[in-house]
């Protein structure tokens, strides 16, 4: 028997990407971000979103521009960091002794030690109530070789991305691979031949 | 040194969802997603996108309702099957054998046997290119009591849901949990004041 929990916003896993942005006198901000996703393939789009209120959402409008850089399980406390302080009142770069790199495609930083970043040009802002989404064209992918599997794409376990969930306020690790997608579903698929 | 992959969507981690939606004749369908996220907290919104040429493309279109179901670890055949099958050829929800349950706050049914599930209204739809994305508002939530903790909502750990990667296309199980979100961060805030 479910129980009914009201119109909450329990969906999960939730990813964890810092959002890089310039500000006034090109100053560079970071701040964490759980609510977005990949959200077209042709052009490729990446969603996320943000109150009016922060930085970030100034900072995105005025610039057109956005990183978002993917923190690994290390980056824990950075990444836990620039969710709670506002680059209102703190350099949060300095603060992480994290470091902005310009980058050459996007009006944004991204940021030097983290392993997967994403330069985006912003496509389109959608107000949806107290959280804007603003949608990016992703114009670039960068990695660091040594998470690069042989298809040249970022291995997810070598990144080892942090996830979250706005349900019980918790971060995770991430587990075990448990197999290649469009795979173990196909034992259904032969069993009903269609 | 960062290696340029180009424009392509690598962005990680991202979520394992089963969307449930009427078609014609009433016919439930599922399909599975892994892009989408959480876009806004009021009104609580969640956004999929789906190509075109899917028959919950057509549903979502028509019925304006669309259902969120989360996979535990152990759904993951029925989930990787929901995502090669079309509902145009075949009854997905009786060959992986799960079971429909009309909603009774929006035209979608949900799935009975799954720990956690969202009725959602939908709201917007934004053309995007080869993607649509669907932002529904979530009219209610529902879980398995087993599931919920103390502060009645789902505990990430119970439902255990499964994580995917574009870049790597695969599957991955949830791993341990690192800590309250707005904590470990705390320690960056008090070494600078700030």
């Not at 660091?144 to 706005?166: C, F, G, Q, R």
Request: contains cysteine; hydrophobic residues 40%; charged residues 20%.
């Amino acid at each position: 028997m479910k129980k009914s929990l009201g119109a909450k916003v329990v969906a999960m896993p939730s990813p964890v990407w810092i959002v890089g942005t310039y500000g006034d006198h090109n100053q560079p901000n970071i701040m964490t971000v759980a609510w977005g996703g990949i959200c077209c393939s042709v052009p490729p789009c990446i969603a996320i979103s943000v109150q009016q209120s922060r930085l970030t959402h100034s900072n995105i409008t005025k610039r057109k521009a956005f990183t978002i850089n993917v923190p690994s399980r290390h980056h824990l406390a950075e990444a836990d960091y620039a969710g709670i302080a506002s680059g209102k009142y703190a350099d949060k770069f300095s603060v992480t002794s994290l470091t902005p790199v310009r980058s050459e495609l996007v009006d944004a930083p991204y940021i030097q030690e983290f392993l997967l970043v994403l330069e985006c040009k912003l496509l389109h802002t959608i107000e949806l109530g107290r959280h804007t989404q603003f949608i990016g064209q992703i114009i670039d992918a960068k990695a660091d070789e040594a998470v690069l599997s042989d298809n040249e794409n970022p291995a997810m376990a070598s990144v080892n991305p942090l996830i979250s969930s706005a349900a019980d306020r918790k971060y995770y690790a991430l587990g075990e691979c448990l197999g290649q997608t469009y795979h173990i579903g196909l034992q259904l698929v032969d069993k009903n031949g269609k």
